[in-house]
């Protein structure tokens, strides 16, 4: 099930980066064709971060490398990200069952164990 993150969680910058490697994609080809590209880089550029609060370049162009990921996720015991049922903090559905709709409502998170 993908996870629907808002564009505004990453700079214009990194979305563009992400968009030029895609037959990489952290290790696995989404490639698109060209048309597709173009229309997703002016729809991205259009709705990145712009505010501070998002607007850092994160290590790797990675949404859970950011700063801002990380004061989310503070309170996630260490062990969490390596269970079975989650395997890594990108894995979002794993604890946001609304992830697939862009809900991460905080009070709805369920850790597996």
Known sequence: MPC???PGLLPA???QRLLQDLPRHFGTDASLDATT???LSKWLAVHAAT???F???PPQDRITRSDWFAREHREVPADAWK???VKSPANCA???SGADQGDFDEHA???PR
Request: net charge positive.
């Open 109 to 111: 998170v369920r850790i």
């Open 55 to 57: 607007a850092a370049v």
């Open 13 to 15: 910058a990194s979305w």
């Open 94 to 96: 794993a604890c946001h």
């Open 83 to 85: 269970r079975a049922a």
């Open 37 to 39: 590209v173009a229309e």
């Open 4 to 6: 629907r993150l808002s």
């Open 51 to 53: 505010s501070r609060r």
